[in-house]
């Protein structure tokens, strides 16, 4: 069973900066891609960001030049550094792997950013 922790949560102030880690039970490697999502209370969850096996990398527009995607493939980790934050930033954010053959999910249990004005 694969599974992904996250870290790296907590409150800060408003034009601070964060790093959330996700530790995968495998290899980075053995997935497709992997991404970050966040949910707000009361509304749905959305992407942040996405690393794909190439190194490409895709950014919701409203985390453009503020949050920055990577990972360490040799400590099976992606991050998500996250600068210049904004309260609406505040949200539970959860790391998504997936692999294509086979088609499969998994989710990390998310980890709680707050931002406060």
């Known amino acids: 069973q694969v599974q992904l922790v996250e870290s790296g949560g907590g409150l800060v102030q408003a034009g601070g900066s964060l790093r959330l880690s996700c530790t995968a039970s495998?290899?980075?490697?053995?997935?497709?891609?992997i991404g970050w999502y966040r949910q707000a209370p009361g509304k749905q969850r959305d992407v942040v960001a996405w690393?794909?096996?190439?190194?490409?990398?895709y950014y919701a527009d409203s985390v453009k030049g503020r949050f920055t995607i990577s990972r360490d493939n040799a400590k099976n980790t992606v991050y998500l550094q996250m600068n210049s934050l904004k309260p609406e930033d505040t949200a539970v954010y959860y790391c998504?792997?997936?692999?294509?053959?086979?088609?499969?999910?998994?989710w990390g249990q998310g980890t709680q950013v707050t931002v406060s004005s």
């Open positions: 998504k792997a997936i692999t294509i053959l086979p088609r499969e999910d998994y």
């Open positions: 690393i794909v096996n190439g190194g490409n990398t």
């Open positions: 495998r290899s980075t490697l053995s997935f497709n891609a």
